[in-house]
């Protein structure tokens, strides 16, 4: 029986007027942008429809923003009768992770958002930093370059040859520079407002941990795969894991294949863009991936799934 895992996109997939042709058409996707901006205290639906780029790249709105047009697309799928056997999400996308899998509903997951977003923000305003996607090195080289150079850490295991490194500036910069020299196809800085999954924004988990332990997190309808741990994990370790998640590296490429060894043969990626899609085909050619990201491929995949 084929498996199927609904994987939640994080930070820099999204586009201006993201979600609207699927909220007008489906009721259940608009209730989420409707009680998801009252949940946040945040015009979300505005922000999503209506704002330009410009408003959208910053964290604090982008966040709540990718979330809740992640979920609105999770309830029109689900509107339609497909459900997934797991979930995984790339960094905040584990919080429309847990929203889909109904560990927490789609307000809370958008409210969770939107303090985590601003303890980004902030933190990064204090603690500025770097992020760098290192292309075309096996992952055991980036990692040593980060162990040889001070205050720059691996942060997001995206694919095999993509890995994203984190710290302060000058040592990002080095570290690219060292990754060229051993052979890396490129070095590209990435256009992001702090060193995230690094331990220069501790600060902002201690913002953001009054707000999840608030929270109470049900047992959850589908796996979920922590791309902190790459492993299925249960509600009780949720909120420490999203916590860590701040500070940490992503693990997407091992989730990914954690996945794959459990059964999974299709991907369907849930919110803007189609990043994890590109990034599914580089880990493995043979698993089938889909896009939902507007209404007409909400409707192919309700034919392609139904």
């Excluded at 309830?75 to 056997?85: F, H, K, T, V």
Aim: charged share 25%; hydrophobic share 45%.
């Amino acid at each position: 029986m084929t498996k199927i895992a609904f994987m939640f996109p994080g930070q820099g997939s999204f586009e201006a007027g993201m979600g609207r042709d699927v909220a007008e058409a489906v009721p259940e996707a608009m209730r989420v942008y409707d009680e998801g901006s009252a949940a946040a205290g945040l015009d979300v639906k505005r922000l999503c429809f209506e704002a330009p780029v410009e408003e959208l790249v910053q964290t604090e709105v982008q966040q709540p923003a990718l979330v809740a047009t992640s979920l609105a697309f999770d309830a029109a799928l689900r509107a339609r009768g497909i459900r997934p056997d797991f979930v995984v999400g790339h960094s905040v996308g584990e919080f429309a992770a847990l929203g889909s899998a109904d560990s927490i509903s789609a307000s809370e997951a958008i409210a969770l958002v939107r303090e985590r977003g601003l303890a980004m923000a902030q933190t990064a305003r204090e603690n500025p930093g770097s992020m760098a996607a290192i292309l075309g090195l096996a992952d055991e080289v980036v990692e040593a370059l980060c162990k040889k150079i001070a205050n720059v850490w691996p942060a997001n295991y995206n694919c095999p040859g993509q890995l994203v490194i984190s710290g302060e500036t000058p040592s990002v910069d080095e570290c690219c520079t060292e990754a060229e020299r051993e052979g890396a196809r490129r070095a590209i800085r990435l256009r992001v407002s702090g060193a995230f999954h690094s331990p220069l924004v501790a600060r902002a988990a201690d913002r953001l941990r009054p707000a999840i332990d608030r929270i109470h997190f049900r047992d959850p309808r589908a796996g979920f795969m922590s791309t902190v741990t790459a492993k299925v994990e249960e509600a009780q370790r949720y909120r420490e894991l999203l916590i860590e998640q701040l500070t940490g590296p992503v693990k997407f490429t091992q989730a990914a294949g954690e996945l794959i060894q459990q059964g999974v043969t299709t991907f369907v990626e849930v919110g803007p863009g189609n990043v994890l899609s590109g990034l599914l085909k580089r880990i493995d050619r043979s698993v089938r991936t889909i896009s939902v990201n507007d209404l007409k491929s909400l409707d192919e995949a309700t034919e392609a799934l139904g």
